[in-house]
Structure formats: C-alpha cells, structure tokens
C-alpha cells in the first residue's frame, strides 16, 4: 500500500510526453575543400592547387532538414517553471555539400542524439506554454569531408518555442528555435555553428 500510494504520489505531480516534427538546420563555418582537378562548393573562387588534396581558410555553409521525435518528463515545479528532463533524435538531410561541389540525393547527412534538462513556464493564457531547454550529445556527420566521409561530433544547444494547447493531451509545437555548436571528437579538428528552427506535434499526460 505504501508503494502504490508512492506512485500515485509522483504521478500526480509528473507529466511524462512525447513529441514529433519536422526541423531544418543551417550547419556553418565548415572548412571548404579543395582537389585536383574539381571545384570546391565555397562562393569566393579559391587559388589553383598543386599538391594533394588540401583545405583552404574558406568556410561554407550547408542547410539539412528532416524529421525528429523525442521525449520528455517534467518532475519538479519551482515557482512558475516546471523542470524536466528530454531527449531527442534529428534525421538529416541535404542534396548539396558544404565542402566539395558534389551534390545530389543525400550529400550531406547529420544524425543526432541530444539529452539535456528543460523548464516550462506558466502564463496566465492556460493554453500558452513557452518553453526552453539545454542540451548536449553527439553529431554524426559527412557535412565537412563530403558525402559518406562521416565524423563525430560533440554538440551543445540551446532550444525555445512555443507550445499550443490543443486538447489536454495534445499541443501544437508551433516553434522551435535552436542556437549551438558542434566541436569534432576523436582527434578531428574544427568547429561547427548550428542553427535550428522547427515544428512539432506532442502528446502528453494530462495536466495535473
């Protein structure tokens, strides 16, 4: 008995939900490359090469969109902030390339996992409920070496939107916008910035 009033108890002040969308990215500052005898994919005309393949100090940018879902769980009320925790996964992809002129179906892809720690804010509009969220996790991507050339990446950002109360279980995540950066792991070098701006569906429990 003491057990099952425990779980009514976390029950009562949890919410627990999961959501789905669709997000674009604009992934920047990735290194453009150069080889002999092909262009690279940089808007500044780059100097003819004599070596072997090489990198030059350009930057590009690529723009990869695709779906993501994931999941949170709300636990702790402070104030006017309800705290959880959430986890995400992104899908990506592009038919253009940030560091070399290839194109076509899927030249660039970005695969990623984020957990981090969330807050939603209460308003006075009860179907209003703007959100933000830090998060942190792994990038795996060809963005900067050119299609099916993957590389990890270690990749902090932050989230807000806005969430839409349609019915008591259902919101309309009608945006979200992320700011961050992802830094190569495993003895890679370079810095990519990344921006986000998306749109989702979510299903949870019951307000309490």
Known sequence: MVFLGLGCTLAAHAQF?????YTGERLGGIPCKSFI???????????????SA??????D???PSGIYFG???DFKTIGPVRLGASVRYYDMKSNKSASTSA???NATSANTILGGVRGTFHTPISWLKPFGEIAVGRTSTDAANGPGLFSSYLRYEGFAGVD????????LRAVEVGLGNMNAMGGGSGSISVRSIGASVVFHTPPK
Not at 37 to 51: P, V
């Open 103 to 105: 194109g076509g179906p």
């Open 54 to 59: 090489t990198s030059t100090a350009l930057t």
């Open 61 to 63: 940018a690529v723009n």
């Open 71 to 73: 999941g949170y769980y």
């Open 37 to 51: 005898g092909t262009t690279n994919n940089c808007s500044a005309t780059t100097a003819t090469l004599t070596g």
């Open 17 to 21: 939900g999961v959501y789905f969308g």
């Open 164 to 171: 839409l109360r349609i019915l008591p279980v259902l919101d």
